[in-house]
């Protein structure tokens, strides 16, 4: 069929795909946090712990997702991860306890995996001179569909109620996710042909490579420095004296650049050295860190926070194609994936978790903790000029 042939087709197809989960992750637990906390009567410390509990959960699976693409079609796997992320949808409607909510979020965050890094590994294949830009195109996608769904979550909650509202998003994302996630294929002609049998990298020797630890370590400080400024906003807006309709001026210029700088450095990395572009972002970041505790205009700080949320979307999107050209796009999804286990189990307690601990222990002194992401930011901007292709240990 021509239209399957199509890949800008495919390519929508896969943004289709990857669309609910990320909302799901990203904007259903902040339109249902306040309904959570009052129907099980939790504190905002409970409520808070769901983020742990969804990078766990995509921390636990992104190395398996990869791995699986060896033995099953990718398609499969992205199929699966959207039933299972709609149906847990279905479960957490009917939730009865925050343990039930615990379990979601879980379950949720890890079979994310199964359709983000699929996604990610075919449109490569796909897209093979493109490979930054179709990277930024569905990570603007799975991350920016939490501003679309948010406003559409919340209408039906308060007009339907919890349940339906559950229901009715699920029944969605399989109808328009799931329908069409086994339509995610390389198109016959893209296919690679015949030939010796391509040799790809064992977990143990994957970990050998200086390379992989360089930019493990490069996520966990980057990430945890960046997903910090999401849960630091509010409260160091507070701290100045400013309401909610003027601190939210923070995480919104953070995320208008996150989702944008996606876009942007993917497209920029096709073009230039993808070590050079991580490098400078980060450097961006750490001087906004430095400079953020020194002032008080919101406005000051809202252009500060863009850099921050800048390098936060480029981490995501330039890594991906960096990882295949270091690597090579047979290892992926495997490696990709062992470099997520580094923002899912690290940058959490890193980030936020540490951060909260300093607040407690001097007095809520933003100067400390911002300087400390900065540092994170500078270490990060070193380490990454460090990845490098190396001679396979084979």
Known sequence: MP??????????????????????????PGVMASQWQTLFHVSKAD???????????????????????????????????????????????????IIDVYIWAFVEGFFT??????CLTIYQKMFPENKGLVAGILNLTFGGSAAVMSPIFTFFL?????????NLVAAVSVLLGASVSLLIKLPEKEKFQGGQPVTTLSLIRTIRFSSFRFLWCSWALAGAAGVSLIVLSSSFGQQLGYDVTQYV??????????????????????????????????????GAYFLMPHFQDIYMLSF???????????????????????????NFGKVFGLVFTA?????????????????????????????????????????VLKVKKQERPF
């Open 304 to 330: 500060l926070s863009c850099f921050i949320g800048l390098a936060f979307g480029a981490m995501f999107t330039v890594s991906a194609p960096l990882v295949t050209e270091v690597f090579g796009l047979e």
């Open 158 to 166: 308060i007009s339907k109620g919890y349940g339906f509202t559950c």
């Open 343 to 383: 923002y899912g189990f690290c940058a959490g307690f890193l980030g936020p978790w540490l951060s909260g601990l300093i607040l407690n222990a001097t007095g809520s002194d933003f100067r400390v903790v911002f300087t400390l992401f900065a540092c994170f930011y500078l270490i990060s901007s070193m380490l």
């Open 47 to 97: 409520i808070g712990r769901l983020m742990f509990f969804i990078l766990a959960g995509t921390g636990f699976s992104m190395y398996l997702a990869g791995k699986l693409q060896e033995k099953i079609p990718g398609r499969l796997i992205i199929f699966i991860g959207c039933l299972a992320c709609s149906a847990a949808m279905v479960f957490v409607g009917r939730a009865s306890s």
């Open 249 to 286: 001026y923070i995480l919104t210029a953070f995320n208008v650049l996150n989702g944008i700088g996606r876009l942007v450095c993917g497209r920029l990395s096709d073009r230039f050295s993808k070590q050079k572009i991580l490098m400078i972002v980060y450097l961006m970041a750490s």
């Open 113 to 118: 995996a199964f359709v983000y890094i699929p």
């Open 3 to 28: 239209l399957l042939s199509n890949k800008k087709i495919i390519l929508f197809f896969g943004c289709l795909a990857i669309f609910f989960p990320g909302s799901f992750v990203f904007g259903f």
